[in-house]
Each structure stands twice: as structure tokens, then as C-alpha cells.
């Protein structure tokens, strides 16, 4: 119960006090399984806020808009963890098998976590209908080739075995199989 001139006022909360839980992960979480169970298009920051239990105040505090949101999403807690997956191929010792450690951690990534894989095609549903997302999603495609093509160059450079097709061509088939 938050107090306006020794009234009760019934509020939501605002930003969490110092040591309580970060807010801006409290929306992130909650716009993930908003976004998962109804869609970017009816999903409403009025729906992320309630959710989190937070005010619509403190939403704009941490983003200017639910595409910021969305975006904010897809790079955290996608995208993060998949390049430092490709890093574990670039830099691994070439006695070191990395395969196993790769596809355990993608597993791991969205093992459990339906909302996940749920949002990267909400993410691609998304850049058919909106050209600025559209040039969002291009250079992320574009950037996940060049990390992961780069990454195999490196493991191939490590280890002396030849690659068989171009990097580039390789990191195609991976994603599109991984994204499949």
C-alpha cells in the first residue's frame, strides 16, 4: 500500500527497491510468456506490466516501446547465449571435441523454455509485416552468419582439417537447420 498525503493509494510498483528484483528482468520475463501465449500483435504493454506486477511507468523506464522490448528479447537471451556457444568453437583447443558441448548447450538453451522458441518465430512472423524489424532481423541474420563462419574458419584453422565448402555456405546450413 503506497501513501499519498496519509491516504491509502493502491498502486502497482514502481522501479524495486535496491536488493529486490531487477525490473527490467521482471519485464523481460513476463513479456516473454505474454508475447509466447498470445502473440507480438496481441500482446500489449498494459498485459506485460500487469503480468510483471509493475507500473506502465516503470516499463517506459527500461524501454521506449514493446518492439524495443521484443528486440531487447530476441538479443539477451537468444542471441547471447548462441554466440557464446560459437565462441566455444572459435577458441577451443584442437584436442578438444566441441561438438558435444555445443549441442548440449543449445539444448539446454531451450530445453524447458517454450516461450523461446516460440518468440524467434514470432520475431520472423514479425519481419514479414514490418520493414523496420525486417532490417533488424537481416542484419542479425547477417551477423550470426559472419560470427559462426568465422568461428568454423577458426576451428578448422585450430584442429588442420580442411574445410570441404566455404564458411559462409556451412553457417547457412547450420542456422537454417538449427532454426528448421
Given amino acids: 500500500v503506497y501513501y499519498h498525503f496519509g491516504m491509502p493509494v493502491k498502486r502497482k510498483a514502481g522501479r524495486p527497491r535496491k536488493g529486490g528484483p531487477n525490473a527490467r528482468d521482471v519485464l523481460m520475463d513476463s513479456a516473454a510468456m505474454v508475447i509466447a501465449k498470445r502473440g507480438y500483435g496481441r500482446a500489449s504493454v498494459d498485459s506485460i506490466v500487469e503480468r510483471a506486477g509493475l507500473s506502465k511507468g516503470t516499463f517506459y523506464w527500461h524501454f521506449e516501446s514493446k518492439e524495443q522490448l521484443f528486440l531487447a528479447l530476441i538479443e539477451e537471451r537468444i542471441d547471447r ?89 556451412l553457417a547457412t546450413a547450420f542456422i537454417a537447420l538449427a532454426q528448421g
Avoid: N
Fill in 81 to 169: 547465449p548462441v554466440r557464446s556457444l560459437m565462441e566455444i568453437t572459435r577458441t577451443a583447443p584442437a584436442q578438444t571435441a566441441t561438438a558435444p558441448t555445443v549441442s548440449r548447450g543449445l539444448a539446454d538453451l531451450f530445453e524447458g523454455r517454450r516461450e523461446l522458441l516460440v518468440l524467434v518465430q514470432e520475431y520472423w512472423a514479425l519481419a514479414l509485416r514490418s520493414e523496420p524489424v525486417r532490417r533488424h532481423y537481416r542484419r542479425r541474420q547477417k551477423a550470426q552468419t559472419k560470427t559462426l563462419a568465422d568461428a568454423l574458419r577458426a576451428r578448422h584453422h585450430e584442429t588442420g582439417v580442411p574445410l570441404t565448402l566455404p564458411a559462409e555456405t
